[in-house]
């Protein structure tokens, strides 16, 4: 059995109000992941194969956790989630946000709205969850360690779908 690490970016731009703006990261997240990146070195040793997405957030803090050669797959970027909002935003039953607070009720009420259908976003759902499965399929290598710098979107449908195997057994 193989070992799949999953890392989330370093800190981003959090007053970002679109995706380009949001992707890239802060002085904390560069020193988030150069932290992470000496710790795991420490704690961990050294990964067989290292992944990132193509996302800017997730290269950067690909090269400051310092493991050297990363193979980009966008299969790890994270779903276009100020698109999502914009459509969600469109819908009639929705109340809009005020504050940054609202993120807690509309960010599950928009990924639900886009798993039942009601939104379409740039990638349909069932397409995301595909290529989530498709990149851990290949991460899970027997007998190798990965490491995937990705996105907490992604790490939440990968989790999700270990969940859901298990229930299978």
């Not at 150069?34 to 067989?48: K, N, P, S, Y």
């Not at 994270?78 to 509309?106: C, K, Q």
Request: net charge negative.
């Amino acid at each position: 059995m193989g070992e799949i690490t999953l890392v989330r970016h370093g800190q981003a731009n959090s007053a970002a109000k679109t995706e380009a703006d949001y992707d890239r990261l802060t002085e904390l997240g560069h020193e988030q992941a150069r932290l992470l990146g000496q710790w795991m070195v420490e704690h961990d040793g050294a990964f067989d194969t290292v992944m990132a997405g193509s996302l800017r957030r997730q290269q950067e803090t690909a090269a400051q956790l310092g493991f050297g050669d990363v193979i980009t797959d966008p299969r790890l970027n994270e779903i276009a989630y100020y698109d999502l909002t914009d459509e969600m935003d469109r819908l009639p039953d929705m109340p809009p946000r005020t504050s940054p607070g609202d993120f807690a009720v509309h960010f599950p009420a928009t990924l639900s709205a886009w798993r039942d259908g009601r939104i379409a976003g740039a990638e349909p759902y069932a397409d995301f969850v595909e290529r989530v499965a498709g990149v851990i399929a290949l991460a899970a290598q027997p007998g190798r360690r990965v490491l995937c710098v990705t996105s907490g979107g992604i790490i939440a449908q990968a989790v999700s779908g270990i969940k859901a195997i298990r229930t299978h057994y």
